[in-house]
């Protein structure tokens, strides 16, 4: 017990650790990626990587099947199975990437007029395309195979030691390279050799560390994929209105407005992005759990889960927006350039629309692991089609806050009126007292934030991204103390104290 407690620490551990190093790393490379390639060659690079995101969709699931069931034969035993599955696996992905090269050469065709791609960079865009093809889906696919085996066998901790490292490499080698003065195609190109990299040391940790693990053509079995794929299907539902949300706003964006504004809006979009993987962090960890505790019939705990972890993983998600209410304009001002303070809003709407979707991820976490996967799956399905529509209908007269409002649209009618509210009635807690005991905590302790931080910032103004950072801390302190004060319960705060003594 001991042991995979330890590992459980280790493997959260290492989770946060390989975020704050990619958060890092984006933070500290992004604007001067900007300043070396200019915001038209930049915003090349972010519309290429959202057409070639809906592509990610080939996986068809097959990532997290890899993981379940890798998992089971690992607790099972069954290593014989195991190795079926791998290879079939394999093969499929193999096919896969096949596929892929000949949708990337399709829309190779097509791309600069359907995105009306100035004639100057047409050239540009192909080579970026196929190089950006590379590392997203052609190479990609076969080749994220072996993590998933990693991850499936319980390996987390040394899988973010190496995406550690070879982010580290990359941002050393993309520094020196902009110094040098090369372009936005010399950027892909390092981001296609890092993937291959990490990707090869993942093959090599498998053959040293994975009990008699092999991977062979002839190990291809039919049933074996029937199998998975009856698991997959519904996964990669989900995985579809996820890549909606990360790569479909601007493309979007494109279609109404110019490029350098693709640029803006994805630089509000990655902040949102990264404070939303932020909080999965911790959500990530509910998952397991959640599934030893159905296994166990227990319940109350899994009611408790769905309510009180929720409760937990919400308030910081409203602390970080609530910053933005505040100091959106003001950071992208200071971080990136006075040309992105146009993505203020945008951002503030990312920010709220990532808060508010918290409660659905705690509570898709509690329904997926305990057999409700195809309800997910389903809302995941209605909240694309919501997102794209209200986007395109308020792109034309709000523009960049239109297309961020449909994004919020979404996130309010399917993640909380129609997943949460699901949950709810599984769980038998009225939807009303649901959302006084987990969103109105965060909600009222952002507004201690808001008068606060408005109080300190208009006494002074802040003149540089650590001043904001700075004049962040006592409106947060002071959003914790009354959170804790006010809404941490006894019984949550005997748990704390039991656990930390």
């Excluded at 040309?339 to 503030?348: C, H, K, Q, S, T």
Aim: aromatic share 12%; glycine share 6%.
């Amino acid at each position: 017990m001991r042991s995979r407690t330890t590992q459980f620490a280790l493997n959260a551990a290492g989770n946060y650790l390989r975020f704050a190093v990619s958060l890092a790393s984006v933070f500290f490379l992004t604007p001067r990626i900007i300043e070396a390639v200019g915001k038209d060659d930049y915003g090349l690079w972010t519309l290429v990587n959202s057409a070639l995101g809906i592509l990610g969709l080939l996986d068809l699931g097959f990532g997290n099947g890899i993981v379940k069931y890798t998992a089971e034969c690992k607790g099972s035993g069954d290593l014989e199975k195991r190795d079926y599955i791998v290879s079939t696996l394999f093969i499929v992905y193999s096919v896969l990437s096949v596929i892929g090269t000949i949708l990337v050469a399709v829309l190779a065709y097509y791309f600069t007029s359907l995105f009306d791609i100035p004639v100057s960079q047409h050239q540009k865009a192909i080579i970026l395309l196929w190089i950006v093809s590379g590392r997203s889906v052609i190479a990609y696919l076969p080749l994220s195979l072996f993590r998933g085996v990693l991850f499936g066998e319980q390996k987390i901790f040394q899988i973010n030691l190496i995406q550690i490292l070879t982010n580290l490499v990359n941002i050393a080698v993309v520094i020196a390279a902009l110094k040098m003065g090369y372009g936005i195609i010399f950027y892909a190109i390092i981001n296609f050799a890092i993937m291959l990299s990490e990707h090869l040391l993942y093959i090599v940790y498998c053959k040293l560390s994975v009990e008699k693990f092999k991977v062979s053509v002839a190990l291809f079995r039919k049933d074996i994929f029937r199998e998975v794929f009856s698991f997959s299907s519904y996964s990669f539902l989900i995985s579809v209105s996820a890549l909606v949300l990360l790569r479909t706003d601007p493309l979007i964006v494109k279609c109404f407005m110019p490029l350098s504004e693709v640029t803006i809006y994805s630089i509000s979009m990655k902040i949102a992005e990264n404070a939303l993987l932020l909080i999965k962090q911790y959500v990530n960890i509910l998952g397991p759990l959640v599934a030893e505790l159905k296994g166990s019939g227990d319940e109350a705990k899994i009611r408790f889960i769905f309510t009180n972890c929720a409760k937990f993983a919400f308030a910081p998600a409203a602390l970080m927006a609530s910053a933005a209410v505040i100091f959106s304009a003001d950071a992208l001002s200071f971080w990136v350039g006075k040309d992105f303070a146009a993505g203020a809003v945008p951002l503030i709407i990312l920010m709220w629309a990532m808060a508010l979707s918290v409660p659905q991820m705690v509570s898709s976490s509690i329904l997926g692991m305990t057999g409700e996967h195809r309800f997910t799956a389903m809302a995941a399905m209605k909240s694309i089609g919501i997102n794209i529509v209200a986007s395109v209908i308020l792109a034309g007269p709000l523009k960049m806050s239109g297309v961020a409002l449909g994004t919020m649209a979404a996130v309010v009618s399917v993640d909380l009126l129609i997943v949460c509210r699901y949950a709810c009635r599984l769980y038998k807690v009225p939807f009303s007292s649901y959302a006084v005991r987990v969103l109105f905590p965060g909600m009222a302790s952002s507004l201690i934030f808001i008068a606060s931080a408005q109080a300190l910032k208009s006494f002074h103004p802040p003149s540089s991204l650590l001043e904001v950072f700075l004049e962040m801390l006592v409106p947060s302190i002071l959003f914790a103390l009354f959170f804790y004060y006010f809404f941490v319960e006894e019984s949550e705060k005997a748990l704390f104290r039991k656990r930390s003594s």
